[in-house]
């Protein structure tokens, strides 16, 4: 089973900030945070990780709660194309290790 | 840098066939994944490869099998297909064996059984 749970559907004005949410809260202290996206056809893409801090990088900002057991992606500019499914897993910091990808939030992005 | 390739990207075969799918990962790249991804049951880890060596499966029948090779390239097998292995069978590299290393994923192989 995931270890992560989202909202099944988010929708989100175009050039308004998209803040899409993810509980975790069984999450061990070894375990990064990561967001992927993906678009229809296409495999998942890589967008952001943290463990403890916050992190912004060129496509989205990461929150993660003081407790760990939540976190947010805030795409602070959304386009149309930033519609697509937005999957939060957890992975720890071992090897060899399954991967769970759960459902996802499907954000539509609406001009 | 060029990304994680999957060949072939389209595969029709009939019940019964065997099928091999390929991915090259990401140079300097030395740990694999693959995933099924299916409409119903969404994302699901088949098998994880480092340095050659299986270290985690999913829970998906021994039909389904895979290896990977010394220039870290890998190939996953599904012998006598059945109707529901239709699916996008995505495979995903990491630069490192931890999971302090994201997963650069393929565009995946989209196989349709008949």
């Known amino acids: 089973d995931a270890k992560t749970t989202q909202p099944t559907s988010m929708d989100c004005a175009e050039g308004r900030a998209a803040n899409l949410p993810c509980n975790h809260s069984t999450i061990s202290g070894n375990e990064y945070v990561y967001w992927y996206r993906q678009i229809h056809s296409q495999g998942p893409q890589y967008i952001i990780h943290g463990l403890k801090n916050n992190e912004t990088n060129e496509m989205a900002s990461l929150i993660i709660t003081e407790d760990r057991k939540s976190s947010t992606l805030i795409l602070p500019h959304a386009t149309l194309r930033d519609t697509a499914v937005y999957y939060c897993?957890?992975?720890?910091?071992?090897?060899?290790?399954?991967?769970?990808f759960g459902a996802g939030t499907r954000l539509f992005v609406k001009a | 840098k060029a990304g994680v390739t999957q060949t072939p990207r389209y595969l029709i075969k009939t019940r019964g066939q065997q099928v091999t799918l390929s991915c090259s990962p990401i140079s300097g790249h030395r740990s694999v994944s693959w995933y099924q991804q299916t409409p119903g049951q969404g994302l699901q880890f088949l098998f994880e490869?480092?340095?050659?060596?299986?270290?985690n499966k999913g829970n998906f029948p021994g039909r389904f099998s895979g290896r990977q090779f010394s220039n870290s390239r890998s190939e996953m097998n599904v012998s006598t297909l059945e109707l529901g292995d239709s699916a996008l069978y995505l495979c995903?590299?990491?630069?490192?064996?931890?999971?302090?290393?994201?997963?650069?994923f393929g565009n995946g192989t989209r196989l349709t059984v008949t």
């Open positions: 490869y480092f340095s050659e060596t299986q270290r």
């Open positions: 995903a590299s990491t630069l490192g064996d931890r999971g302090n290393s994201p997963l650069h």
């Open positions: 897993i957890v992975r720890p910091n071992t090897g060899g290790f399954k991967t769970i």
